[in-house]
RNA sequence: GGCGACGUCGCCAAGUGGUAAGGCAAGGGUCUGCAAAACCCUCAUUCGGCGGUUCAAAUCCGCCCGUCGCCUCCA
């Protein structure tokens, strides 16, 4: 078996081969930091860290760019975004700029998304983006007009070939009056001269401007990762026109094939509409943070597939969150067995065979095109045989408990990141689960002496802190 | 209007030619001092609709209906 996924470049599925053999390059458009990220972010960021995650445990050596926009992206009404947050917020763009950066890892670091190997800065870059400009202009595949240079998209062939899409039907398309200073009316900005107001500006050979959108991604990209890479990444709301320029400005400045792979997630709504801030049902993360567990709310993303579209409501993440308990209890309930002192030695020889063919099943899943949902679902059927055990008259090994263990801590931990780890410092968590342990000891003598008023007590007082008891064949156990 | 995607149980969702995974919710049972958790059983002869291809279709083709996303130049 090996990796299939879908490459929205062909507009199949394919055997997934890097350029180079056990190594993969790949890049992720990054977010504009001009706003606390929002739950759309999630779930593209999501995605492309357990993809990450996953080509790294299936051994792959791995190089994760990922962008962070800070220049360059505009609205519709021709404000600069961060310009327009910076004049929002009373502070320097460069502020707003840091402000959001470091709230976006903050919200990503909270999900558990790792940090790509790499995340350059747009504003960082301003030299190599003038460099492939220049290049550019040097191929004929751009000119210099009034100040701002423009890509000739008749230069260039294969435009419009990923979105699908004809140069001349869009012409027609055109809702605004085309600029005068372009020579055609479907060429695109990469590098705008800057309006006297426009305080985020850069020199250059063509006067003092800034980068237009499109040319960040195709110049850091290939920076840091060479001509052509493998896997590029992100949503497909950016098919048209961010990723059709990319590949026009990227292919035309090196003469070679962009990216092999083009993997892009599906949109998100917010009750089944488009989240704006307009509309009032924009969610940002740290506020969803506050109500749901990270853990639940990337059970929610996985468990659909990461190319279809999904929808947010308050139902489906309470009952994602539902479903997350579920599938991390026995994993949780086999770490606290593996506390107790006195478990038998030696391993089960069968459980190594069920937990071979749920390791297999796992995988099958992932390699087709990383369906963490059929994952979960394989997970939750390897959930119904360990809770079995768990609750059998007879003791589990020590060897079969570490065995379970090692398998949820690589599938639900490592890779798909929806087990939540050790809590706090290893120190604390020992003495909070020696406390707990207490209490669970003087609650039995209670209920030894029939004294149901006080077990109960200690029970219900736990459950406030958010400690559940479990009454079993083996005693009673507890967790988070 | 153009391009793209989607429509599978009350809800979420996997399944892309071989006879419908999984989760949430619901009903019944076992266990329990009571709970909780867990386990067992029940829950789509059917995959938006209508045709067609095939021995065989949720899966392929055509038409229709519905939902969503994108539509440069200022991204």
Redesign the pocket.
Known sequence: MSLVVYNTLT?KKEEFKPLVEGRVRIYVCGPTVYDYSHIGHAKTYVAFDTLVRYLRWSGYNVRYVQNITDV???????E?RILKGAARERIEPMEIVERYTRAYFDDMDALGVQRPDISPRASAHIPEQIEMIKTLIAGGHAYESNG?V?FA?ASYTDYGRF????VE???E???????EE?RN?????LW?KAAPEHILRWSSPWGWGFP???IECSAMSTKYLGDTFDIHGGG???????NE?EIAQAEAATGKPFANYWLLT??L?VD???MSKSLGNFVTLRDLLKKHRPEALRFFVL???YR????FSD??L??AA??WA?LA?PAQAVRERLRSPNLPQGADEGLAGVIAEARAAFVAAMD??F?S??A??GL??F??IV??L??AEASVAQGTLQAIGAFYGETAGQVLGVLSGQSATAANADREAGLIRLLIELRAEA?KRKD?AT??AI?NRLAALGV?????KEGTSWKL
Do not use: Q
């Not at 398309?173 to 600029?179: A, F, H, I, Q, S």
């Not at 279809?308 to 929808?311: G, K, L, R």
């Open positions: 507009r360059g992206h505009l609205l519709d009404s021709g600069d701002s423009y998209v979105s699908g899409r004809k039907e869009m012409a398309g055109t809702r605004k009056p085309v600029l372009k009316a479907e060429d695109f900005a705008k237009g959108w499109h497909v709301d950016n098919i048209f026109p961010h320029c599906g949109s709504t089944g509409v488009k468990s659909g597939n279809s579209p999904i929808d139902e489906a309470e009952a539902k479903g579920r209890a087709d095109d369906n949902a059929a979960l679902a939750f059927e959930n119904k809770n079995t768990l609750n209920r149901f077990g109960d029970r559940a008891l479990e009454d079993g």
